[in-house]
């Protein structure tokens, strides 16, 4: 079946400017992950969806990013007033819910500002 | 001390070696334990779950040393095809929010 699919694949963005970037998670997957990941580092917790649930936004490192989900399906990170440290590859990931499961992860985007 | 500390490496091992990675974590109530996989540019995918009792799959270990705090990663008879990065990720909590993840160990087979 499909996997989780992200868009833009690259994004190249000028200082200043805001950016959306899309996942699309695999059907039926209730909990939706957003990360990212600088050259070279670890992956750092943005937000986390899960369900109706109040999501989780303790990761995301200012009031410039904010991330929304649709109807339990498709989500929008959105960075405003980007700057050049955002550089780097955002990865969103879905599971089938809470507990143990699996992150299915998509290919990422990888967006650099200039 | 960070939550999940791994070796960052790279590990340069010959084709056919066995190589062990550790992972050591902060966190006594840390529930469970997971090996992830990243290749060069590419998003990580699940190699294993960790389990107390320890797990095998294959060419691959999983232990978990809950009183020294670590996890482990065992991989006999390397392949040129194991080449990537090794990511440990720790559950925290009882929720999958709290995965915490370590940089990640770099290992290289060479032929």
């Known amino acids: 079946g499909a996997g989780v699919s992200q868009s833009p694949s690259n994004k190249v963005t000028e200082k200043g400017k805001d950016v959306e970037l899309r996942c699309d998670p695999i059907s039926g997957h209730t909990a939706l992950y957003w990360y990212r990941q600088s050259l070279g580092q670890g992956l750092e917790f943005l937000i986390y969806f899960q369900g109706n649930s109040a999501p989780d936004k303790s990761g995301l490192p200012s009031d410039r990013f904010s991330a929304e989900r649709t109807g339990g399906s498709v989500s929008t990170l959105t960075i405003q007033r980007t700057q050049q440290e955002d550089s780097a590859v955002y990865l969103c990931?879905?599971?089938?819910?809470?507990?143990?499961?699996?992150?299915?992860f998509g290919p990422g985007t990888r967006l650099t500002v200039t | 001390r960070k939550e999940v500390e791994q070796d960052p490496g790279p590990f340069n091992v010959p084709e056919g070696a066995t190589v062990a990675f550790n992972c050591t974590y902060s966190n006594s109530a840390s529930q469970s334990f997971f090996w992830y996989r990243q290749d060069c540019r590419k998003e990580p995918k699940l190699l294993m779950s960790?389990?107390?009792?320890?797990n095998e799959d294959g060419r691959f270990t999983a232990q978990l040393n809950r009183a020294s705090q670590y996890i482990s990663l065992l991989i006999r008879d390397s392949k040129l095809s194991d080449s990537a990065t090794y990511l440990c990720?720790?559950?925290?909590?009882?929720?999958?929010?709290?995965?915490?993840w370590g940089l990640g160990t770099s290992l290289a087979v060479n032929p």
């Open positions: 960790v389990y107390s009792s320890g």
């Open positions: 990931a879905s599971s089938p819910g809470q507990g143990d499961y699996e992150q299915y």
């Open positions: 990720v720790v559950n925290i909590g009882g929720n999958n929010r709290k995965l915490i």
